[in-house]
């Protein structure tokens, strides 16, 4: 069975940081690119990362670039999503998806998403 599952969510200050991870199960993980994605209330779901398989070429949003980082540990079937910085603005349930097609994230699109993890930035 296919599973995408968010995790590491929660609640922080503002400038604080937090490590979210994307884990994988039932298909083979290093066959797909990445994507982070989050959705903030009463916003449009914004995609704000992409990892290809290797790890080797990762994009990101402006709205988080200089801030997040994402990597991937394929040995762990698992993407990292670590949030430094953090703004009120970055509240949101963060998603993570797989990218279907082709092993970057070109093309294709996002055929299996998880479940989502909440992330609330108040003080």
């Known amino acids: 069975q296919l599973q995408l599952v968010e995790s590491g969510g929660g609640l922080v200050q503002p400038g604080g940081s937090l490590r979210l991870s994307c884990a994988s199960s039932?298909?083979?993980?290093?066959?797909?690119?990445i994507g982070w994605f989050r959705q903030g209330p009463g916003k449009e779901r914004e995609e704000i990362s992409c990892?290809?398989?290797?790890?080797?070429?990762?994009k990101y949003a402006d709205s988080v670039k200089g801030r997040f980082t994402v990597s991937r540990d394929n040995a762990k079937n698992t993407v990292y999503l670590q949030m430094n910085s953090l703004k009120p603005e970055d509240t949101a349930i963060y998603y993570c998806?797989?990218?279907?097609?082709?092993?970057?994230?070109?093309?294709?699109?996002?055929?299996?998403w998880g479940q989502g993890t909440q992330v609330t930035v108040s003080s």
């Open positions: 990892i290809d398989t290797s790890g080797g070429s990762i």
């Open positions: 039932g298909f083979t993980f290093n066959y797909y690119a």
């Open positions: 998806a797989a990218h279907f097609g082709t092993p970057a994230c070109l093309g294709g699109y996002f055929g299996f």
